[in-house]
């Protein structure tokens, strides 16, 4: 491949690492509406309160699955990156930033952003709306359901990473 081409390619993927982000951030800010929404339902309609959780649950769920896989890719992207920037011998964007992580817990953006969005919505969801403001005897089998999806949601979202290479996604 030549260089030309490894430019091409390296630009190329540094525009779809924009696109994934922002796809990434998009999924979260949405699901910010979507959380309102299900106390305000679950308030207006008791009834079906844990029907409601289980929804947003779903909905939060297949959110993460494209995070994950987005996720995964935007590592590969940053590992092939780094590895043109290693063979030019010049420390670009993505070397500084593996260099210099921002201090954990709050400088992973996998861990915060994810998993305590994700997972913590999930569970205030389950909780408020498919326990607390039922109306009746709590529906426990789609409670449970809903308990499922969220454990379904965390099985989805482990720190990706590749063999041989120490990324913070």
């Known amino acids: 491949m030549t260089t030309q081409h490894v430019d091409e390619d390296v630009s190329f993927l540094k525009k779809e690492l924009i696109l994934r982000m922002t796809l ?14 299900s106390f305000v339902l679950g308030i207006d309609r008791p009834a079906f309160a844990a029907w409601i959780a289980l929804a947003y649950v779903i909905a939060s769920g297949m959110g993460a699955l494209y995070w994950a896989h987005s996720g995964a890719r935007t590592v590969q992207i940053a590992a092939f990156i780094r590895l043109q920037e290693d063979k030019r011998g010049h420390a670009g964007w993505e070397t500084w930033l593996k260099a210099n992580p921002f201090p954990r817990p709050l400088g992973s953006r996998w861990t915060i952003s994810t998993k305590g969005v994700f997972l913590g919505s999930q569970l205030l969801v389950i ?3 498919g326990v607390v403001l039922d109306s009746g005897p709590v529906n426990w089998p789609v409670v449970g359901g809903a308990i499922a999806g969220m454990i379904g949601t965390a099985l989805i979202l482990p720190h990706p990473r590749l063999p041989g290479h120490d990324e913070h996604a």
């Open 127 to 129: 909780t408020l709306v």
């Open 24 to 37: 990434q951030n998009l999924v979260l800010i949405i699901l910010m509406p979507l959380l309102m929404l």
